[in-house]
């Protein structure tokens, strides 16, 4: 039988390492920048491996560290930021804003649904285009061996 106690923080290095994160998520960008200068000093090991950080886990070239995890949502709105925003007080301005987030809502999935037809419908143009080109080549390429018969092995139409 094994006993064991509570006394080491829950989550490990982790944990830590994610509150770090979050915390200079939260002081922003000159945070990290500070964090690499300071680890150069400290050991150019350190601010290398922060600078690596910064390029390929942080999205360094996005507008700002806190956008990342904001980007990888379904690149709409927070939606439910803006439904669960605290009330203003004011009533009448409340039901309009819940009615313009709604109507946008419907305008925003009518657009994708539009983009989304308009990209099958371009995609089918250049199907029928490639399939008319590859008949048209197929016939005048069985004009020229009107002696000869279709190879063994090959359908209409194929190369």
């Known amino acids: 039988m094994h006993s064991t106690t509570d006394t080491a923080r829950p989550g490990g290095i982790r ?5 770090g994160e979050a915390w200079l998520d939260a ?9 690499m200068i300071l680890g150069f000093v400290i050991n ?3 601010g290398l491996a922060v600078l690596a950080y910064l390029i390929w886990g942080k999205q360094m070239f996005a ?6 995890r904001q980007h990888h949502q379904d690149h709409a709105w ?7 925003a ?6 009448a301005f409340d039901s309009y804003k819940a009615e313009a987030l709604r109507r946008l809502e419907e305008e925003q999935a009518a657009f994708e649904a539009f983009l989304q037809r308009l ?3 371009k995609d089918k143009i250049e199907f029928d285009s490639f399939m008319e080109d590859r008949a048209r080549t197929a016939v005048a390429g069985g004009a020229s061996d009107a002696g000869a018969g279709p190879e ?3 359908r209409p139409g194929e190369y």
Do not use: E, H
Request: glycine share 10%; aromatic share 4%.
């Open 78 to 84: 927070d939606r439910q930021a803006l439904r669960n």
């Open 44 to 46: 150019p090991l350190v």
């Open 152 to 154: 063994a092995g090959t």
């Open 27 to 35: 002081k922003g960008k000159w945070a990290w920048i500070t964090l």
């Open 63 to 68: 507008r700002s560290c806190g956008q990342r």
């Open 119 to 121: 990209r099958m419908s």
């Open 15 to 19: 944990s830590t390492l994610r509150r």
């Open 86 to 91: 605290p009330t203003t007080g004011n009533r």
